[in-house]
């Protein structure tokens, strides 16, 4: 069982950056894939950003959030990293992170353990 905690969220203005973070209880977490996935109110949860735990670390990113957002992970803190640059209000939501242990770019559907959620805010 992998628990996951986020941290980093908060209220941040339009343009502005924050860092979510991830951090697991387990080692093992570096042979798990870890995605971020936010859900603004109304909406569904949507895929954000991933990476992998093979091949150097691997990222793969929603099409919306490339050249502003990067994941990273240091696997000996057991902790996955989101970087959220030039943040706009529509990225507002509570982000959570997941870990699957799938091979390749899973669904969302196959992440196995999820966190509790950080809320982000963007002010305009």
């Known amino acids: 069982q992998v628990q996951l905690e986020e941290s980093g969220g908060g209220l941040a203005q339009a343009g502005g950056s924050l860092r979510l973070s991830c951090t697991a209880s387990?080692?093992?977490?570096?042979?798990?894939?870890v995605g971020w996935f936010r859900q603004a109110p109304g909406k569904e949860r949507e895929f954000v950003a991933a990476?992998?735990?093979?091949?150097?670390?691997?990222?793969y990113y929603a099409d919306s959030e490339t050249g502003r957002f990067t994941i990273s992970r240091d696997n000996t803190k057991n902790t996955v990293y989101l970087q959220m640059n030039n943040l706009k209000p529509e990225d507002t939501a509570v982000y959570y992170c997941?870990?699957?242990?799938?091979?390749?770019?899973?669904?969302?559907?196959?992440?196995?353990?999820w966190g509790q959620g950080t809320q982000v805010t963007v002010s305009s």
């Open positions: 997941a870990a699957s242990s799938a091979i390749g770019w899973p669904p969302q559907a196959d992440y196995r353990y």
């Open positions: 387990e080692r093992t977490f570096s042979s798990y894939t």
């Open positions: 990476i992998s735990w093979s091949g150097g670390g691997k990222t």
